[in-house]
């Protein structure tokens, strides 16, 4: 691969939340900053412990002014949703998600991925990736839309 090609390293991530119980994940993008009432930064050990099996990078907790909504999905809907039955063990893009009282963004999730069995009783593994942060800054301006495809004679 010449040296001009190479893949940026994937700089790690905190755990961004609204209002402590939605995990927006790079949707992050699509909320408005008017709407955003208090921001709270939580690092290494002040990181409530709810969330620290969920990140090792932090947590970034956004509260929403109120009637902001933001369209997510419990876990236990993402459970039936893939017609599973019994107990269930959710990650977090690989890190064990303890807190099942969390929602996640539905534009936040790029894929579920199931796992098998594991030794621990906690029955099947439901993976969650997030949609990855972009890691190429946009050669846009924000507001700019692109068309693809061949125009018509």
Request: hydrophobic content about 40%; proline content about 8%.
């Amino acid at each position: 691969m010449p040296a001009g090609n190479q893949a940026r390293p994937v700089m790690p991530q905190p755990l961004y939340l609204a209002n402590s119980c939605i995990i927006v994940g790079s949707s992050l993008n699509t909320i408005n900053p008017q709407s955003i009432e208090n921001i709270v930064v939580y690092k290494g050990e002040d990181i409530p412990v709810r969330w620290r099996t969920a990140t090792a990078n932090g947590v970034i907790d956004l509260t929403l002014k109120p009637g902001v909504k933001i369209r997510s999905v419990s876990l236990a809907r993402l459970k039936r949703r893939q017609h599973l039955t019994g107990p269930v063990r959710f990650e977090l893009d690989g890190r064990p998600l303890a807190d099942t009282s969390l929602r996640i963004a539905t534009a936040a999730i790029q894929e579920l991925v199931m796992g098998a069995a594991d030794n621990s009783g906690a029955g099947k593994v439901l993976n969650i990736k997030l949609v990855p942060w972009n890691s190429e800054p946009s050669k846009h301006q924000p507001g700019t839309i692109l068309i693809r495809g061949v125009a018509g004679r």
